[in-house]
């Protein structure tokens, strides 16, 4: 049977930076796969910010990534991904053309420009910062790097909302890991799958209770006028198993299931949900369509257990409570 632990630095090769403003609540997360990985991507929302995911293609001309990028700031924080290239360049990594090296990068955004001063958002200092940082072994989670704003929550107003955060998950069977980290920036509520517990979320007038959305909606009450992009839900799986491109999109496409086991609603037209596979190939050995079948469960289940982690690592800020600041739940 998989076995669960808390991060994704389990998998060799891989290393994870933050960036945290001090200034008001924003930041971006590296992952530094310098030797290059396959990568994918899949997706879901209908409100989403990206950079270089077309390259991910499976008939694209580039194979590797050297670096996927997760940040708050909305588009403008796209300008941080310059910061690890420009990392990533200093050190020789990237793509050889012609006389130079171009590091790719591919990026995702959340939205968390409505927590403090909206001009203050990652730039290309910031990532250049989280890929100092970048470290093996254990992730910091909940308020940190692209998590420091992340709420969830939202279906009924932002004062309902909560805070949400970064969480890791890594699973192992045999001699393969398949991990995740996911940055919890979502419209809907968090429910713990195996219990069907509502974990965070919007809260009720008081304040100090969940509400539970989808019921809420159920019953005839309608949601607050929503704005497109305020959400979003982005993240990555990685594994060392060897995948080709086709593998890497479609067990991208597989973990999107562990998102919407966690979140309801998911994959929303104001959310812009994404997740990015990689893989190291540290593990030889072609992987075939069963084995990828068994890679996506899990890749799903990872997902699904950070993104509990990660509501449940948060910590509060004004207005926005965290899961552990909320009375329990009758």
């Not at 994870?16 to 990985?37: K, M, N, Q, S, W």
């Amino acid at each position: 049977m998989p076995h669960a632990t808390a991060s994704i630095g389990d998998i060799a090769g891989l290393k994870i930076g933050h960036f945290t403003d001090a200034r008001r609540p924003t930041g971006c997360t590296v992952l530094l796969c310098e030797a290059g990985a396959v990568a994918g991507v899949d997706v879901r929302g209908g409100a989403t910010g990206t950079r270089e995911t077309a390259l991910l293609a499976p008939g694209a001309l580039v194979d590797r990534i050297h670096a996927l990028l997760l940040t708050g700031g909305s588009a403008f924080g796209l300008d941080a991904a310059s910061g690890v290239m420009r990392w990533l360049e200093e050190r020789g990594h990237g793509v050889a053309v012609g006389p130079a090296r171009v590091p790719i990068v591919p990026a995702a955004v959340l939205f968390d420009l409505w927590l403090g001063d909206p001009s203050i958002r990652p730039d290309a200092a910031a990532g250049y910062a989280a890929c100092e940082a970048a470290r093996a072994g254990d992730v910091e989670e909940g308020n940190v790097g692209a998590g420091a704003g992340a709420t969830v929550g939202k279906l009924f107003g932002l004062p309902h909302a909560m805070k949400g955060g970064v969480g890791c998950a890594a699973l192992h069977l045999g001699a393969v890991t398949v991990a995740a980290l996911v940055v919890v920036n979502a419209l809907g509520d968090v429910f713990d799958p195996a219990t069907g517990a509502l974990v965070a979320g919007a809260r009720d007038d008081g304040g100090q209770r969940l509400r539970n959305s989808l019921a809420a909606l159920a019953r005839g009450e309608g949601p607050a006028a929503l704005l497109a992009g305020l959400n979003t839900t982005i993240g990555l799986v990685a594994t060392d198993a060897t995948l080709d491109k086709a593998q890497a999109n479609r067990l991208a496409a597989m973990a999107q299931a562990g998102l919407a086991r966690s979140i309801v609603p998911a994959h929303t037209q104001h959310d812009g949900d994404l997740l990015f596979a990689l893989a190291t190939g540290g593990v030889p050995g072609a992987v075939e369509h069963a084995q990828l079948s068994v890679l996506g469960a899990l890749a799903a289940e990872a997902v699904s257990q950070a993104v509990l982690r990660g509501v449940r690592a948060a910590t509060g800020l004004p207005g926005l409570p965290a899961t552990r600041d909320l009375s329990p739940t009758p």
